[in-house]
Every structure is written in structure tokens, then in C-alpha cells.
């Protein structure tokens, strides 16, 4: 059973930067895709990027690009989102999930096995 832990959400002006970091334990499996989602109140889960263990072939959402980039440290076994030029609608619930395949183009919820209890992003205009 994996277990995964997001932080570094918060409360942020427009135009800032936040950065967050999703910490996995437990996993017993060597092949795998760790992925950041958000949920907007009333919204439905979407994607906004993944990243496969090696981190090779990082994926972004089409609207994330140039603004938002994901990447692994392996060492601490962490995948991080650094969020730049925030925008009010980045507002959501951030969550990690995870994978048992090495896919990071596909981007259904569905897909993904394991998940984190989300933490809050807030970008005030």
C-alpha cells in the first residue's frame, strides 16, 4: 500500500509561486507514474502533470506549460510541482496519485491506484 503525503499549499497573490512536493512510503513496486491533480469546488478532477520513476518524459497539461514543471528526486523519493505565474483559477485542491504503469500521457483519474488527501492551493486576484 502506498501512502502519499502532499504539502506546500497555501494562499498566494496572483502572479506568485508556490511549490509542491508529494512524499511516497510504503511502495513495493519498481515501475510507476507519480501525477499531480486538482479539483476546483464543483468542478471535476483534472490532470495537470506526471512524471515516470526514471523522470524521463514529464508530462504537463496543455494550460500548465510554461508556467508549471514537475520533476523527481529520487534520493528523497519526491515529486515535485514548482506553480509560477499562479493565476485565480489555479485555485483547487492539489492531489498526488500514483500509478503501477510507467504511462504519463494519459490523464484519467481513473487510472491511478493510489492518492494523497490533497492540499490547498488559494491565489487570490
Known amino acids: 500500500q502506498v501512502h502519499l503525503t502532499e504539502s506546500g499549499g497555501g494562499l498566494v497573490q496572483a502572479g506568485g509561486s508556490l511549490r509542491l512536493s508529494c512524499v511516497a512510503s510504503?511502495?513495493?513496486?519498481?515501475?510507476?507514474?507519480t501525477a499531480w491533480f486538482r479539483q476546483a469546488p464543483g468542478k471535476e478532477r483534472e490532470f495537470v502533470g506526471a512524471?515516470?520513476?526514471?523522470?524521463?518524459?514529464?508530462n504537463l497539461a496543455d494550460s500548465e506549460k510554461g508556467r508549471f514543471t514537475i520533476s523527481r528526486n529520487a534520493a528523497r523519493d519526491t515529486v515535485n510541482l514548482q506553480m509560477n505565474s499562479l493565476k485565480p483559477e489555479d485555485t483547487a485542491v492539489y492531489y498526488c496519485?500514483?500509478?503501477?504503469?510507467?504511462?504519463?500521457?494519459?490523464?484519467?483519474?481513473?487510472?491511478?491506484?493510489?492518492w494523497g488527501q490533497g492540499t490547498q492551493v488559494t491565489v487570490s486576484s
Open positions: 510504503g511502495r513495493t513496486f519498481n515501475t510507476y507514474t
Open positions: 512524471i515516470s520513476r526514471s523522470g524521463a518524459s514529464p
Open positions: 496519485a500514483e500509478k503501477k504503469v510507467a504511462i504519463t500521457f494519459t490523464i484519467s483519474p481513473s487510472e491511478y491506484d493510489y
